[in-house]
């Protein structure tokens, strides 16, 4: 039997600043601000631009596979106001994130995030047993741009996102 070690990430509440290292948090603006960059930053050239609502179902808060995409900017946020978490890491041009750079934040329901072109990322999580959210990517971004690092493979690690404010966490 082979062993491997389960890492708990607590996450951290999500601000522009501590999430700027992997993308932008978009939060609500007056209507009439003009372009700046507080706005999505997008790189969907590469193809077909895709925004789509999808219905996620709860998997639990463990995961041992990342993953990201290299050819596009990839925006989510969960409808009806709904708090959720990611696990993140820098993007690189290395072949595999350093598990050690892997963090999570708690992403409220009032604002929506973009990653950065070769973000690493593992999400969404939330308790609800399903929740709506949108997504914005290219059309084929999950066949031909989806680069997943399977952590426990690679690195003998799994890991599991838990809060205060996750019901059965530690």
Not at 36 to 51: C, I
Request: net charge negative.
């Amino acid at each position: 039997m082979e062993t491997y070690l389960l890492l708990k990430l607590r996450p951290h509440l999500i601000t522009l600043e501590s999430f700027q290292p992997f993308g932008q948090v978009i939060f609500a603006c007056p209507d009439d601000q003009p372009y700046g960059d507080r706005d999505a930053q997008l790189q969907l050239q590469n193809g077909t631009p895709r925004f789509h609502i999808m219905r996620r179902h709860n998997r639990g808060f463990k995961f041992n596979h990342i993953t990201r995409h290299q050819r596009c900017t990839q925006c989510l946020g969960a409808l009806e106001g709904q708090e959720w978490f990611m696990a993140v890491a820098p993007p690189g041009e290395a072949a595999t994130p350093n598990w050690e750079d892997i963090i999570a934040f708690r992403i409220p329901g009032n604002c929506f995030i973009k990653l950065h072109l070769g973000t690493w990322h593992a999400g969404p999580y939330f308790e609800q047993s399903t929740i709506d959210f949108y997504s914005l990517e290219l059309s084929d971004t999950n066949v031909v741009d989806h680069h997943t690092c399977n952590l426990l493979e690679t690195y003998g690690v799994d890991f599991e996102i838990v809060s205060d404010s996750i019901k059965g966490s530690v």
